[in-house]
T-cell receptor, first 113, second 113 residues
Framework: DAGITQSPRHKVTETGTPVTLRCHQTENHRYMYWYRQDPGHGLRLIHYSYGVKDTDKGEVSDGYSVSRSKTEDFLLTLESATSSQTSVYFC????????????FGEGSRLTVL | GNSVTQMEGPVTLSEEAFLTINCTYTATGYPSLFWYVQYPGEGLQLLLKATKADDKGSNKGFEATYRKETTSFHLEKGSVQVSDSAVYFCALILTGGGNKLTFGTGTQLKVEL
């Protein structure tokens, strides 16, 4: 158990509304990531963080913002949700080894109507 | 840039059959390689890893060998079980400073009795 909790696990919202997904870790790891999973695309990196208030963009960052005010929490915000953001979102933390493997949360399924 | 290419699925096998899922990669540096597994409704779990050429990662009867000459990391299992039905993802991260894991698109495996 890597100590990662995502919330909410399921959410249905309407186009144009703001949405925030939360990732909480109990492991005190420096690196945290947000991925989205879509059929035919595998997992694509949205944003990641390498420390409190230190974040960087991934390959599909448009329409998303993130914040990390505490080591344990990494928030993903959709300022104005669109139907193309319907997806399953996974948070991950980078383990303590040098080999870089990630440990994933259970996912948050977001449906934008 | 870095990329991972996996064979398309779904792959359907009978129980006790031999499994191979092909994975090839392109990397600008020297990567560590991973196989992750995703069971229905769950997040990704690390299945095995290899950090240098000719390393063999193994776990739960699955094996994969890091082949630098062919830039491949094919997943194999000698005798699959129904419980192995899942989606398998090949991934890489650059060693020595890489912060981002790059995934293939995933290969769905269905094992039937």
């Amino acid at each position: 158990d890597a100590g990662i909790t995502q919330s909410p696990r399921h959410k249905v919202t309407e186009t144009g509304t703001p949405v925030t997904l939360r990732c909480h870790q109990t492991e005190n790891h420096r690196y945290m990531y947000w991925y989205r999973q879509d059929p035919g695309h595998g997992l694509r990196l949205i944003h990641y963080s390498y420390g409190v208030k230190d974040t960087d963009k991934g390959e599909v960052s448009d329409g998303y913002s993130v914040s990390r005010s505490k080591t344990e929490d990494f928030l993903l915000t959709l300022e104005s949700a669109t139907s193309s953001q319907t997806s399953v979102y996974f948070c991950a933390i980078r383990g303590g080894s040098d080999t870089g493997e990630l440990f994933f949360g259970e996912g948050s399924r977001l449906t934008v109507l | 840039g870095n990329s991972v290419t996996q064979m398309e699925g779904p792959v359907t096998l009978s129980e006790e059959a031999f499994l191979t899922i092909n994975c090839t990669y392109t990397a600008t540096g020297y990567p560590s390689l991973f196989w992750y597994v995703q069971y229905p409704g769950e997040g990704l779990q690390l299945l095995l890893k290899a950090t240098k050429a000719d390393d063999k990662g193994s776990n739960k009867g699955f094996e994969a060998t890091y082949r630098k000459e062919t830039t491949s990391f094919h997943l194999e299992k000698g005798s699959v079980q129904v419980s192995d039905s899942a989606v398998y993802f090949c991934a890489l991260i650059l060693t020595g400073g890489g912060n981002k894991l790059t995934f293939g698109t995933g290969t769905q495996l269905k094992v039937e009795l």
